[in-house]
């Protein structure tokens, strides 16, 4: 018996084991993809040190292997500088491929690999050695380790410029030479993100620093808040990780909340940082900024029902008055034998209470107006 395949056919079975052969060879190599996952942990991630020209220091870097399969780490060089964005993240540059950036030819570290058991912690030593030349301010590099060899030597001129990219992460060295350096930063803003906030509330303040010297700056301070009657009501801290700010940049800071549940009015905000290495360290001594912010706090939320059942009840106290006011005038009448009489008061302009009751309407109508104004503007 002979059975006749079309080439549609032929076509759709080889479709499909073309699939069935791709879904089982992913299946088999899973385990082996899944093994090969590489982790490299460093710590610490930053050296920060004063030195003196000429000075020479050892220093060591904890690494280790959080894989679960043995690994070869290369140790390879880079430099940095300030990155364009306001994150203050480093931007890693190849060693002499920039004018002013060399710290990574100061640095002396092993160029072979190094073996790694799995998960296993090893100390690693290097030398900085600072030229005797080096005119003080701020200078920028990094050790890192990876995956893939350098692909030229360590001990050439550029050393560690050639590294392949690979698995790596590595330890940032910001090293301010001692001398007459110039420290400057500025406040270049101080802002909320909202001009208003209702209730419950969350207040993001975002600080741009700027600065303007030769050396890194590590500014720290306070956010102090007042509310409308100059009372210290609450203090947010700045920069607890302290986040450098390298020469000529810019960074933004803006993880420091202040929240609560309830508040009301105008707030202030008054920022003060503190900045600067003390002249033993070869500094400037310690320097000061300040800035301030006026923030509004309305419970829109809460006011609004609040003036709204003032209003109601208001109105019909008025309502009430007036109904037993006339209950009353009905009774003395039939009381006094009056009763088929008509009683008419006098127009004598709009009553007192009626009065009242406009004015207050007028106020209700303004006072939603403005929060419905503010409302639209602020938070739609």
Same mark, same amino acid.
């Given at each position: 018996?002979?059975?006749?395949?079309?080439?549609?056919?032929?076509?759709?079975?080889?479709?499909?084991?073309?699939?069935?052969?791709?879904?089982?060879?992913?299946?088999?190599?899973?385990?082996?993809?899944?093994?090969?996952?590489?982790?490299?942990?460093?710590?610490?991630?930053?050296?920060?040190?004063?030195?003196?020209?000429?000075?020479?220091?050892?220093?060591?870097?904890?690494?280790?292997?959080?894989?679960?399969?043995?690994?070869?780490?290369?140790?390879?060089? =880079?430099?940095?500088? $300030?990155?364009?964005? @306001? /994150?203050?993240?480093? #931007?890693? *540059? !190849?060693?002499?491929?920039?004018?002013?950036?060399?710290?990574?030819?100061?640095?002396?570290?092993?160029?072979?690999?190094?073996?790694?058991?799995?998960?296993?912690?090893?100390?690693?030593s290097f030398t900085i050695n600072v030229p005797p030349e080096t005119g003080p301010g701020g200078y920028y590099g990094g050790v890192y380790f990876?995956?893939?060899?350098?692909?030229?030597?360590?001990?050439?001129?550029?050393?560690?410029?050639?590294?392949?990219?690979?698995?790596?992460?590595?330890?940032?060295?910001?090293?301010?030479?001692?001398?007459?350096?110039?420290?400057?930063?500025?406040?270049?803003?101080?802002?909320?993100?909202?001009?208003?906030?209702?209730?419950?509330?969350?207040?993001?303040?975002?600080?741009?620093?700027?600065?303007?010297?030769?050396?890194?700056? =590590?500014?720290?301070? $306070?956010?102090?808040? @007042? /509310?409308?009657?100059? #009372?210290? *009501? !609450?203090?947010?801290?700045?920069?607890?990780?302290?986040?450098?700010?390298?020469?000529?940049?810019?960074?933004?800071?803006?993880?420091?909340?202040?929240?609560?549940?309830?508040?009301?009015?105008?707030?202030?905000?008054k920022l003060g940082l503190v900045y600067g290495t003390s002249p033993d360290m070869g500094g400037q001594g310690k320097q000061s900024i300040f800035?301030?912010?006026?923030?509004?706090?309305?419970?829109?939320?809460?006011?609004?029902?609040?003036?709204?059942?003032?209003?109601?009840?208001?109105?019909?106290?008025?309502?009430?008055?007036?109904?037993?006011?006339?209950?009353?005038?009905?009774?003395?009448?039939?009381?006094?034998?009056?009763?088929?009489?008509?009683?008419?008061?006098?127009?004598?302009?709009?009553?007192?209470?009626?009065?009242?009751?406009?004015?207050?309407?007028?106020?209700?109508?303004?006072?939603?107006?403005?929060?419905?104004?503010?409302?639209?503007?602020?938070?739609?």
């Open positions: 018996m002979v059975i006749l395949v079309s080439p549609k056919m032929k076509k759709k079975y080889f479709y499909f084991l073309t699939f069935f052969c791709a879904v089982f060879l992913c299946l088999i190599n899973y385990p082996v993809l899944a093994a090969s996952g590489l982790g490299i942990g460093v710590s610490p991630v930053k050296i920060e040190d004063v030195v003196d020209p000429g000075q020479v220091l050892q220093k060591e870097i904890r690494v280790t292997n959080n894989s679960s399969s043995a690994i070869t780490f290369y140790a390879y060089l =880079k430099d940095f500088k $300030a990155s364009e964005d @306001e /994150n203050g993240a480093p #931007k890693v *540059i !190849a060693p002499g491929s920039e004018e002013g950036y060399f710290l990574a030819s100061w640095i002396d570290i092993t160029a072979e690999g190094i073996e790694f058991g799995p998960n296993e912690e090893k100390t690693i990876g995956t893939e060899p350098p692909q030229i030597h360590l001990d050439e001129e550029e050393k560690g410029a050639g590294m392949a990219i690979g698995q790596q992460t590595g330890c940032l060295v910001l090293l301010q030479v001692k001398g007459a350096v110039y420290e400057e930063a500025r406040i270049r803003e101080f802002n909320t993100d909202k001009e208003l906030y209702n209730t419950p509330f969350e207040v993001k303040f975002i600080t741009r620093i700027e600065n303007l010297g030769n050396v890194h700056v =590590k500014p720290y301070g $306070a956010i102090t808040i @007042e /509310n409308m009657f100059g #009372k210290e *009501i !609450a203090v947010v801290r700045v920069n607890e990780k302290g986040g450098n700010i390298l020469p000529k940049s810019i960074r933004k800071f803006e993880d420091e909340f202040w929240k609560d549940t309830m508040g009301f009015g105008r707030y202030k905000a800035s301030e912010k006026y923030f509004w706090i309305f419970p829109w939320k809460i006011i609004m029902p609040i003036i709204l059942g003032l209003v109601f009840f208001t109105g019909l106290m008025f309502l009430l008055l007036k109904l037993y006011k006339n209950k009353a005038v009905r009774k003395a009448m039939e009381q006094a034998g009056l009763g088929q009489v008509r009683y008419v008061q006098q127009y004598q302009g709009p009553s007192p209470a009626l009065h009242l009751t406009m004015i207050l309407l007028i106020v209700f109508i303004v006072l939603f107006l403005i929060v419905a104004s503010l409302y639209f503007f602020f938070f739609a």
